[in-house]
């Protein structure tokens, strides 16, 4: 189950979703989903900002970024509203 905790209309979602690793409970992941359009567009710029700020590409999807902690995810949901907006 995900909840959605920002959406920019056209643009992207940030979501919170319960993930199971491995080695027991689930824990919960922060996705920054891109629009597919805009990240064809601007795949280089977006890939590099979001990893330089600690998020990792989803497996699931291209367009996708893992964040484990929610202070990292909101700076990079940040940034990519202020750049992207």
């Not at 409970?25 to 710029?45: D, G, T």
Request: charged letters at 30%; a positive charge.
């Amino acid at each position: 189950m995900s909840v959605v905790l920002g959406r920019l209309e056209g643009k992207g979602v940030l979501l919170r979703k319960k993930e199971q690793p491995k080695k027991g409970r689930a824990k919960n992941v922060y996705i920054i989903s891109i629009a597919p359009a805009l990240f064809r567009q601007h795949r280089r710029e977006i890939i590099e900002g979001l990893v330089k700020l600690g998020g990792k590409q989803y497996r699931f999807r291209d367009d996708s970024f893992v964040f484990t902690k929610i202070p990292v995810a909101e700076k990079a949901w940040i940034w990519y509203m202020l750049r992207w907006a």
